[in-house]
């Protein structure tokens, strides 16, 4: 089996916008089937993109428009308001594994958003012994489905009591989603005004039959609702967290962001409201802040990947053959990480994103020049990291557009600079006019890119909001430091976790406002 890496963004871009490219189970996705169904019927993720996918992406995207986070943004923010309780019951200074918590806060608001339910997920991180059978049992089935992507033999030896252990995990999370379908059901049928993710899913019809979709369909759609959002949400907000405590100026822009809004806590306003939606909007430090995250520590670190099993599919202007049954990889990490298409990858700057068009390919002429005459093999790794293969590097003269557009940039003169970019354009896509393609895409692009995203953004947002409106956070004692905490990573199904646990101490902003009064005074 061969396969191919790719971080260039023009590459990526067609790979993810082309038609004869499609998922397929053998990149990888069969056991993402193999977790959300026992009978091995399609989810959103795995499927290939069939009429069947099309089908429930239409219906469900519904769910996860604007005026439906506009209109639900309270009960979205409420799992936020919830944590917020759980943490200002904590003694001040108390070192919490945020990740868990957060991982909490994803739960519920997917449930309470998708399926009116509230899961209870952060209720139970506020008491008892932290225990929560379903988060539990979705993280024991992700880790266990890792290790069949690390061991594909293992299918093979289904008699061994540990691989009937995995497939154990397997069907006792999909109990819990068959339980959620009979609760969907009690609901029929729903009423018109309820877009939520169980109400489209139960509107759904299925192509092939013109019928509504089976107990048997909705259990492994309804399961992808929570796979796909409850960790990539949760790691995007743990990672975030980590970077602005080692950014002491990123948090000080960030405090006086909400501080302008009237939602930080302050000995005057000591219990600041949650954001509306519009204030929501209006935080652009924290959106850059989250996107700079993302950048750095795509959830989905690993990427996704295409395949054509029977014809061979050309790209880049037919410079490049993706022979049939290639598995070709658009690799995140590289893509957002790498010094061929970023200035100073490796620096957390949520400044860059103030820039217009700060998501889309750019020249980079200082790289080219660097290169220009010796197509050297050469690994990338900026950020020595295990994600980050090297993928813009090709043997042989192949030049990757994203080097190509660089050249063109560093040989023309400043007054020509303009007219050669256009003219490169129109090489490139016919279009002299058409905007460079994205080399920031955390969600994906083209056609399978991620449908919650909308919700996920809300989400984080709120979240971030609420929790720094009212705490400050540190990397606690009892954890490594930041390297150490890198060195952690660990991969599960593609999303990239820090390991088991991230804790943080939790101080409280009103405690830190008397203590630095306190200072002042004395
Ligand atoms: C920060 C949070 C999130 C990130 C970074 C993220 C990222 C992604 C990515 C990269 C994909 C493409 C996966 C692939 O090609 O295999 C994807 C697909 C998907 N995501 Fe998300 N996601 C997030 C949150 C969510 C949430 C909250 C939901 C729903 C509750 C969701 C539902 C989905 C679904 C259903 C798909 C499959 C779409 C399709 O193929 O039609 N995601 N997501």
Excluded at 87 to 97: M, R, T, W, Y
Excluded at 197 to 203: E, G, H, I, P
Excluded at 333 to 357: I, V, Y
Aim: proline letters at 7%; hydrophobic letters at 40%.
């Amino acid at each position: 089996m061969q396969a191919v890496a790719v971080a260039d963004p023009f590459i990526c871009q067609e790979i993810l916008h082309s038609t004869e490219l499609d998922k397929r189970p053998n990149t990888g996705y069969w056991i993402v089937t193999e977790m959300m169904s026992a009978h091995n019927e399609p989810n959103l993720v795995s499927s290939e993109s069939t009429a069947y996918w099309r089908a429930v992406r239409k219906t469900v995207a519904v769910a996860f428009s604007s005026s439906a986070m506009r209109n639900n943004f309270e009960q979205i923010c409420s799992a936020g308001q919830d944590m917020v309780k759980v943490l200002k019951g904590k003694p001040p200074g108390e070192s919490v594994d945020m990740f868990r918590g957060l991982l909490c806060v994803s739960v519920d608001v997917i449930s309470r958003f998708g399926f009116k339910k509230d899961f209870g997920a952060v209720s139970s991180f506020g008491g008892g012994d932290g225990r929560h059978d379903f988060l539990d049992s979705i993280l024991l089935a992700t880790k266990e489905a890792q290790e069949f992507l690390k061991k594909p033999y293992r299918q093979l030896l289904w008699f061994l009591p540990e691989v009937k252990k995995s497939y154990q995990t397997f069907r006792d999370f999909q109990s819990f989603m068959e339980k959620l379908v009979c609760d969907m059901r009690s609901s029929e049928p729903v009423s018109e005004d309820d877009n939520s993710v169980s109400a489209q899913l139960l509107r759904c019809k299925d192509p092939s039959t013109g019928q509504p979709l089976t107990d048997q369909q909705l259990v492994p759609m309804a399961s992808m609702m929570f796979w796909a959002g409850y960790d990539t949400s949760a790691v995007t907000m743990t990672w975030a967290m980590y970077m602005i405590a080692q950014h002491p100026q990123v948090e000080a822009k960030l405090v006086a962001e909400l501080k302008a809004h009237g939602l930080l806590a302050t000995p005057d306003n000591p219990n600041p409201p949650a954001p509306t939606y519009k204030q929501l909007m209006e935080l652009d430090y924290l959106s850059h802040v989250v996107q700079e995250t993302q950048r750095l520590y795509p959830a989905v670190a690993f990427g996704t990947s295409r395949c054509s099993p029977h014809k061979d599919v050309y790209l880049d202007n037919g410079r490049l053959r993706v022979p049939k049954g290639t598995i070709v990889w658009v690799l995140t990490h590289s893509l957002q990480n790498s010094s061929f298409t970023w200035e100073h990858p490796e620096r957390f700057d949520p400044g860059r994103w103030e820039q217009q068009g700060a998501d889309q390919a750019s020249p980079m002429p200082g790289k080219a020049r660097a290169i220009i005459g010796s197509m050297e093999r050469h690994a990338s790794k900026p950020l020595d990291h295990p994600f980050n293969i090297a993928a813009e590097s090709q043997a042989g003269n192949y030049e990757p557009p994203q080097l190509r557009l660089s050249r063109v940039a560093a040989q023309a003169q400043s007054s020509e600079l303009e007219a050669a970019l256009s003219k490169f354009n129109e090489q490139q896509t016919g279009d002299p006019k058409a905007p460079l393609p994205k080399r920031w895409i955390p969600f994906m692009d083209g056609r399978r890119s991620c449908v919650g995203q909308p919700l996920a953004k809300v989400a984080m947002l709120s979240t971030l909001a609420q929790l720094y409106a009212n705490f400050s956070m540190e990397l606690s004692q009892a954890m490594p430091d930041p390297a150490g905490v890198r060195a952690k990573e660990s991969l599960a199904l593609a999303v990239l976790h820090p390991g088991s646990s991230l804790h943080m101490h939790i101080h409280p902003r009103l405690q830190l406002a008397s203590q630095e009064s306190g200072h002042e005074s004395s």
